[in-house]
């Protein structure tokens, strides 16, 4: 399975963006798919997740109320919507997907696509 998350650039703090997540297969047959960062010198973090089957989502503490997650299932897309953007968000970007129903909040994943780079400018 491919993953291959796009959508990253350079933007103002206060500023939004997409991001956008496709895969070579069907979402639908994943438990779980989810956002996560690494900035530079710093621990992956968990951004969100949403689960394909009822949409149910989870969010980091510091992304909550500011990131949505959400799917497209006649895309086979999942995207995170980041508004609000300041400077700690900052960071490669990655989708991943997961094929065992693991809790919203595990960062345990199957399946990783490569990341796409967000620059948030002061």
């Known amino acids: 399975v491919q993953l291959q998350a796009s959508g990253g650039g350079l933007v103002q703090a206060g500023g939004s963006l997409r991001l956008s997540c496709a895969a070579s297969?069907?979402?639908?047959?994943?438990?779980?798919m989810g956002w996560f960062r690494q900035a530079p010198g710093k621990d992956r973090e968990l951004v969100a997740t949403i689960r394909w089957s009822d949409g149910s989502t989870y969010y980091g503490d510091s992304v909550k109320g500011r990131f949505t997650i959400y799917r497209d299932n006649a895309d086979n897309m999942v995207y995170l919507q980041m508004n609000s953007l300041n400077t700690e968000d900052t960071a490669d970007y990655y989708c991943?997907?997961?094929?065992?129903?693991?809790?919203?909040?595990?960062?345990?994943?199957?399946?990783w696509g490569k990341g796409t780079l967000v620059t948030v400018s002061s």
């Open positions: 297969k069907r979402f639908g047959n994943y438990y779980r």
């Open positions: 991943a997907a997961d094929r065992r129903y693991r809790s919203g909040n595990s960062d345990v994943m199957d399946y």
